[in-house]
């Protein structure tokens, strides 16, 4: 489920008439729908709404996609008008009315029941069944009323923020420093961490805590490294860079930098930024990020308690979309970087771009940190000339290129290809004309469509973060807890109650995407272990979709149960087209390893060998990309002889 902007070649018209009908366009379950907010009230009590209507589907992406101009704004006018409006709000009136007449018969309080209508991303008649069946729960099942109640009152899930018990005990001041990229967002905020007599740096990725770790220790700071893989303990360490789910919350500090907090509204690990907001012990948290984050922040911070400044910063150098598209690989530069949303496409782009003669780095997600890290730097040091890459490159990389270049607008997001929203272009976009190298930076499409499209997306105004609907993702004490409160004892069933009563209790904060968890609880349920390490393997960062990883992670849990210690294999994969596939899927089971290692050390007691290996292996990686390079360039050169040099 995702935000999406409007087709690049309607933009301004989309734009102004979403705007002025209180909606905007998402995709939910691989079909464009139109999302819409709005208030209605009830006798005395406002109610507001957030909701998909049922005529707002406006088809499955590729038909979507085959649409003209005309025929998309026709089908939007059509499902959503005035008329739609009012209809929506009779439906939505008609079930608040029939949810507070039940509430007032039977003395019950409808917040939660009516609640049920803020859901950006659901129909509005399925949150009006929900409504219904929330205030129904209460009158007709008192029995299971008096569950919930027993687990609402073992958690109280409004109070998520005051269990962070010494962050709140402290009077804080956040500092939001918000931007675009390139506006030195982090420059100052690193400055005052590393002057400062404690403090952590809390990062949205290992590569990020690994390179301002790297930037303490050259200002002479006492600092560890630690993140869900790595380790580097300073035995008078006085600082800490880490993963942001690494947050200590049981150390009070002067200065704590939290990095990309607009990823507060990101699903899958938004609830990492939830938790570090609430419950940092400092007494400064600058907040870095994005300008489309402020009202969430202050919507946030008002919650949390603590004083708030806003800095908000502009771009250092200026950002120019080229005159006219690329047009062909001949075209290229030393200096620019390709972009492309596929580990495929990145390989296919660099190794045409290798035929024009230029050394090329590959970056793209699916590469350890290490790579990407020695990829950046041997364009740094004019090794190669060219980097082809993902988004990967738009966080975390210093790859300042004079002119960035996209190969396509569009993306799969999960469900169907689609345009990338305008956030993700400028951040991409941002890493043109770094300042102090570049006078400005330039963008361009490959080809005219992709060209008309990016510079839509550059003018388009990100739509802000929502200013509720926090994610929170439950620790070990809240499941025990629970656990403790209703006699449940398996995983699964817990994690299903922690989702069912976060919805019920408390709009302001909503469940994380458990989905990946579930899956892996549903198998650990079933192996004699206890709730700890049936936990600790749910988080364990192996994906499921890689069937190597996903084995490895069934045999080490197996080892756990049966108490035996977990093997560490050295993986000795086949060379050939697959080597490099083989290779990074090696890296992330030895980073799996490592990371188990430092939760269940007599399990697994090979977590020191298992980094040398994700190190050595990742080493053989990057050798591997500059050897294609070498080879695909010998191979092309008789033909660039015959057409010449490339332009420069």
């Known amino acids: 489920m995702t935000d999406i902007p409007s087709d690049p070649f309607e933009t301004t018209a989309l734009t102004d008439y979403l705007q002025a009908h209180q909606a905007a366009l998402i995709t939910s379950d691989g079909s464009y729908a139109v999302s819409v907010h709005g208030e209605i009230c009830v006798g005395k009590r406002v109610v507001a709404y957030h909701l998909v209507p049922d005529e707002g589907f406006l088809g499955k992406s590729n038909k979507w996609r085959r649409m003209d101009v005309a025929a998309r704004m026709s089908l939007l006018q059509e499902r959503w008008n005035d008329n739609t409006r009012m209809q929506l709000e009779a439906r939505l009136l008609a079930c608040a009315q029939n949810v507070i007449n039940i509430a007032h018969e039977y003395e019950l309080d409808p917040s939660r029941a009516l609640g049920a209508f803020q859901a950006k991303y659901e129909r509005a008649s399925t949150r009006c069944q929900l409504a219904l069946d929330r205030i129904k729960e209460l ?14 009152d073992a958690i109280n899930l409004s109070l998520y923020p005051e269990s962070f018990t010494l962050a709140q005990s402290m009077a804080r001041h956040f500092i939001a420093v918000l931007g675009p990229t390139n506006s030195g967002k982090t420059h100052g905020a690193m400055e005052h961490l590393a002057k400062c007599k404690s403090g952590a740096y809390l990062a949205p990725l290992r590569l990020l805590a690994i390179e301002n770790y790297q930037r303490l220790l050259d200002a002479g700071v006492a600092v560890s490294l630690i993140t869900g893989e790595q380790r580097k303990l300073h035995p008078h360490a006085t600082h800490v860079a880490s993963t942001v789910e690494m947050l200590n919350p049981n150390k009070a500090i002067d200065v704590a930098v939290i990095d990309e907090i607009q990823l507060l509204d990101d699903p899958d690990r938004g609830a990492a930024w939830t938790a570090a907001v609430c419950g940092v012990p400092a007494k400064t948290v600058y907040l870095l990020g994005a300008l489309e984050a402020r009202g969430a922040i202050e919507s946030l911070v008002k919650r949390v308690g603590g004083t708030l400044e806003v800095r908000e910063l502009q771009r250092m150098s200026p950002l120019e979309m080229e005159k006219a598209p690329l047009g062909s690989l001949k075209n290229l530069k030393p200096g620019d970087v390709l972009i492309a949303f596929s580990r495929r496409e990145v390989l296919n782009w660099r190794d045409q771009a290798i035929e024009q003669g230029f050394a090329v780095s590959a970056i793209y997600g699916n590469l350890s940190p290490e790579v990407r890290q020695a990829q950046a730097e041997r364009f740094l040091s004019g090794e190669t000339s060219i980097v082809v890459g993902t988004d990967a490159i738009g966080m975390g990389l210093n790859t300042p290129a004079r002119r960035v270049i996209f190969t396509t607008a569009n993306k799969w997001d999960g469900y169907a290809e689609g345009t990338i929203t305008a956030s993700l272009a400028k951040q991409i976009a941002g890493r043109a004309g770094r300042f102090g190298q570049h006078e400005a930076g330039f963008v361009a499409g490959l080809d005219g469509k992709t060209h008309k499209a990016i510079a839509a997306l550059l003018l388009q105004k990100p739509e802000p973060l929502p200013s509720t609907g926090f994610f929170v993702s439950p620790n070990l004490d809240y499941l025990t807890q629970i656990a403790e409160a209703t006699g449940q004892s398996k995983l699964e069933p ?69 108490k035996r210690c977990a093997a560490l294999l050295r993986m000795e994969g086949t060379g050939g087209r697959g080597r490099l596939q083989y290779l990074e899927d090696t890296c992330k089971l030895y980073a799996a390893y490592a990371w188990l290692g430092y939760r269940m050390p007599e399990t697994f007691p090979h977590g020191e060998m298992a980094q040398s290996l994700m190190q050595s292996t990742s080493e053989e990686i990057d050798t591997l990309l500059q050897r294609q390079n070498s080879q695909l360039r010998h191979i092309s050169k008789p033909q660039r002889a015959r057409r010449g040099p490339p332009r420069r």
Do not use: Y
């Open 494 to 562: 817990l994690l299903e109650l922690f989702t069912k009563h976060i919805n019920v209790h408390d709009e302001f904060f909503l469940p994380a995407n458990l989905a990946e968890q579930m899956a892996k609880a549903r198998w650990l349920d079933a192996l004699p272990l206890t709730l700890p390490d049936r936990f600790t393997f749910s988080l364990c960062p192996v994906s499921t979709k890689i069937p190597m990883l996903e084995h490895a992670l069934h045999d080490w849990a197996e080892c756990r149960a049966k």
């Open 139 to 152: 009158v007709g099942n008192r029995a299971a009323a008096r569950a919930a109640e027993k687990t609402r």
